[in-house]
């Protein structure tokens, strides 16, 4: 399995930007990667996701403010998160997963923490 590992979380005020990776052992091409949040108290929550033939797709709260994409290697994940709100605040993890598996049959990262202040 290949193995993750998130950086880039930060605390940022209401309106700014982040910018996350996700560092793959070794090329993921092959696999749909994705990335989950989960806040205080609340259900894990999928965010954002690309296939390995470049599709990408979002949650309705991020569309538009959100941007995943990768290097051309395949083994490194970003997420931009740009017109960051509060309730954006969640420990944020990637995830590679075998295509048409459940995500949680996946190799996921540690997470990195992202919270936004108004």
């Known amino acids: 399995q290949v193995q993750l590992v998130e950086s880039g979380g930060g605390s940022v005020q209401s309106g700014g930007s982040l910018r996350l990776s996700c560092a793959a052992s070794r090329s993921y091409s092959s696999y749909c990667m994705g990335w989950f949040r989960q806040a205080p108290g609340k259900e894990r929550e999928w965010v954002a996701q690309v296939l390995p033939s470049g599709p990408t797709n979002y949650a309705d709260p991020v569309k538009g403010r959100f941007t995943i994409s990768q290097d051309n290697a395949k083994s490194t994940l970003y997420l931009q998160m740009n017109t960051l709100k509060p309730e954006d605040t969640a420990m944020y993890y990637c995830?590679?997963?075998?295509?048409?598996?459940?995500?949680?049959?996946?190799?996921w990262g540690q997470g990195t923490q992202v919270t936004v202040s108004s």
């Open positions: 995830v590679a997963v075998q295509c048409r598996h459940p995500w949680d049959t996946g190799s």
